[in-house]
C-alpha cells in the first residue's frame, strides 16, 4: 500500500517507557517510522507537505502488544475471524497482537503458521504474529516442528490452555526451544486439580455450588516450570499468573537468575471471584477469578516490576456458549478493545505509574519477542496509539467489534478513549470508523 504523506502530531502527551519520558512533545511520522521526536516542545517552520495533527493534550504512546490473543480461525470461523480480531484490536489501540495455536486444525506446522502470516498481509490491518504448539495437537505428547515453526516466522510457542503434565516432555521442549532461543508460554495448572472448575475454591464458591479448584493447583505446577528453566537454561514465561503464592515462587525464581517472565490478564488486576455475582457467566474465565487479596497482590506484583506483562487474554465465546447455566457456559472473555481502559484505570487510581503501566503493554512484550516497536525514537515502527485519558468509556458489549460479545467489562465505566491507531504509519482507526 502507498504510504501516506508525512504527519507531525504536535501538543501531545508523550509517553516513552524506554526512555521513561511521560511530558508533552510532538513528533514526526514518515514512511512508516517514526522520523523525528521533540520531547517538551512543538516543531516549528515545518514543510507545507507536512500534515499536521494537533493532539489536544492527548497520550501519544506506541501501540499495544497483545501476547495472547485466540481467533476461530481457522476452524471456528463464527466465533471470530483474523479479520474482526484485527478490527476490535485497532479500535482498542492495539498495534500488534499474537493469535494463539488452539484452532482447528492446531497451528502446529510451517504451513499453518504461513497460512495465518498470509491471511494478516490479505487483511492489512494490524501486525499479526502466530503462536505455534508446543506440542503436536496440543496433546501434551509429541513435540512440534518448533525450529521449522520459528523460521516460517511463529514468536514463540505454547500449548495455550493445555498444561504439559508430562515433565519429561516439557523439559525436552524448554531444552529444544533453549537452540533456538525461542521463548516457551506455559499455564501452569495442574489438571488433576483443576478439572472442570469455574471458580476458585474456597467460602464464597462454595455457598454457590460452582465446580472450583484451589490456587495451589497454579503453584504446584510453576514450581515444576520454574525448577526445569532453571535446568535447561530455557526463556519461560508463566502465562496469566493470578495468585499471591505464585508472585512469591516468581520472585524467588527471578532472584537466582531463572530466566522467567510472567505475564498477567487485565481480567485478573480488574475483577476478584465475586464478580461472579449470581452465575454471571461473562465472568466466567479459565483460569478462574481470583480473590480480593491475590488481585491486590497482583496490582503490587505489577507496579514494582515483578510482572512484566499485561494482556487481553482474549477469547471469544458466542452467545450458545455463554448463555447457559454457569456450569455448562464457555469460559473466556473478549478483551482486545477494554485493554487499554480497563488498564488506565490504575493509572488514574493512582495505583501505577503511567509510563509502567504502558511498558507492560509495549516495550515489555516487544522485548520478549525481539521487536523494533514499543518506543518513541526515530527510527522505531510508527506503530502508535493516540488516546485521551480522561474521556469517559461506558462498555457496551453489543457495540464491540468483536464477533463474539462476551466482555466480563460489559456495563463497566471506564476511562480512556482511543482517538487514532497507526500501524506503520497509516491510520487503521480514527473515532469517526
Same mark, same amino acid.
Given at each position: 500500500?502507498?504510504?501516506? !504523506?508525512?504527519?507531525?502530531? !504536535? ?42 495533527? $494537533? ?17 476461530? +480461525? @481457522? ?19 492495539? #498495534? ?11 497451528? $502446529? ?12 498481509? /490479505? ?11 508446543? #506440542? ?25 490452555? %493445555? ?11 524448554? *531444552? ?9 508460554? %506455559?499455564?501452569? *495448572? ?48 508463566? /502465562? ?8 512469591? *515462587? ?10 522467567? %517472565? ?5 481480567? =485478573? ?38 510482572? /512484566?506483562?499485561?494482556?487481553?487474554? =482474549? ?12 456450569? +455448562? ?17 490504575? %493509572? =488514574?487510581?493512582?495505583?501505577? @505509574? ?12 516487544? !522485548? ?13 515502527? *510508527?506503530?502508535?496509539?493516540?488516546? $485521551? ?42 473515532? #469517526?470508523?
Amino acid at each position: 500500500m502507498a504510504r501516506p !504523506q508525512p504527519t507531525a502530531f !504536535q501538543n501531545a502527551r508523550l509517553v516513552d517507557p524506554e526512555s521513561r519520558y511521560d511530558g508533552p512533545g510532538s513528533l514526526i511520522v514518515s514512511e512508516g517510522v517514526i522520523a523525528d521526536v521533540a520531547k517538551g516542545r512543538e516543531f516549528k517552520n515545518l514543510s507545507g507537505d507536512v500534515r499536521v495533527i $494537533d493532539c489536544e493534550g492527548a497520550m501519544l504512546a506506541p501501540g499495544l502488544i497483545d501476547l495472547r490473543v485466540k481467533t476461530g +480461525e @481457522p476452524g471456528a470461523e463464527p466465533k471470530e475471524t483474523l479479520k474482526s480480531a484485527a478490527q476490535a484490536a485497532a479500535a482498542g489501540g492495539v #498495534t500488534s497482537m499474537v493469535v494463539q495455536p488452539d484452532t482447528d486444525p492446531a497451528i $502446529d506446522d510451517p504451513a499453518m503458521v504461513d497460512f495465518i502470516l498470509r491471511r494478516a498481509r /490479505d487483511i492489512e490491518l494490524v501486525n499479526v504474529y502466530p503462536a505455534g504448539a508446543a #506440542t503436536k495437537g496440543l496433546k501434551g505428547q509429541q513435540l512440534a516442528e518448533i525450529g521449522l515453526m520459528r523460521d516460517a516466522g511463529c514468536v514463540f510457542i505454547t500449548d495455550v490452555d %493445555h498444561s504439559i503434565v508430562d515433565s519429561r516432555v516439557f523439559r525436552r521442549i524448554l *531444552a529444544y526451544a533453549k537452540a533456538f532461543d525461542m521463548l516457551v508460554a %506455559h499455564r501452569p *495448572a495442574d489438571p488433576w486439580l483443576t478439572g472442570d472448575a469455574g471458580a476458585t475454591e474456597g467460602d464464597f464458591a462454595a455457598r454457590l455450588g460452582i465446580p472450583a479448584a484451589p490456587t495451589a493447583a497454579e503453584t504446584i505446577m510453576l514450581e515444576r516450570d520454574l525448577a526445569l528453566a532453571e535446568l535447561t537454561g530455557a526463556r519461560l514465561l508463566v /502465562d496469566q499468573i493470578t495468585c499471591a503464592a505464585s508472585l512469591e *515462587a516468581l520472585r524467588r525464581a527471578k532472584d537466582r537468575g531463572v530466566k522467567v %517472565h510472567a505475564s498477567v490478564s487485565i481480567n =485478573h488486576l480488574s475483577f476478584n471471584e465475586l464478580d461472579i455475582g449470581d452465575y454471571r457467566t461473562f465472568a466466567k474465565l479459565d483460569p478462574p477469578l481470583r480473590s480480593e487479596a491475590d488481585r491486590q497482590a497482583l496490582i503490587d506484583a505489577l507496579a514494582d516490576g515483578l510482572i /512484566d506483562v499485561v494482556v487481553s487474554a =482474549h477469547a471469544p465465546a458466542p452467545a450458545e456458549d455463554k448463555r447457559l447455566p454457569y456450569a +455448562e457456559a464457555a469460559p473466556g472473555s473478549v478483551g482486545l478493545e477494554t485493554l487499554l481502559p480497563a488498564l488506565l484505570a490504575f %493509572h =488514574h487510581d493512582e495505583r501505577v @505509574p503511567l509510563v509502567d503501566l504502558i511498558r507492560a503493554v509495549t516495550l515489555a512484550p516487544a !522485548q520478549l519477542l525481539n521487536l523494533q516497536a514499543g518506543r518513541i525514537a526515530p527510527g522505531a515502527p *510508527a506503530d502508535l496509539v493516540l488516546c $485521551d485519558l480522561g474521556a469517559p468509556v461506558i462498555v457496551d458489549a453489543d457495540k464491540l467489534r468483536s464477533k463474539s460479545k462476551n466482555s466480563a467489562f460489559d456495563g463497566r465505566r471506564l476511562q480512556g478513549q482511543v482517538l487514532m491507531t497507526l500501524v506503520d504509519g497509516r491510520a487503521v482507526y480514527r473515532t #469517526t470508523d
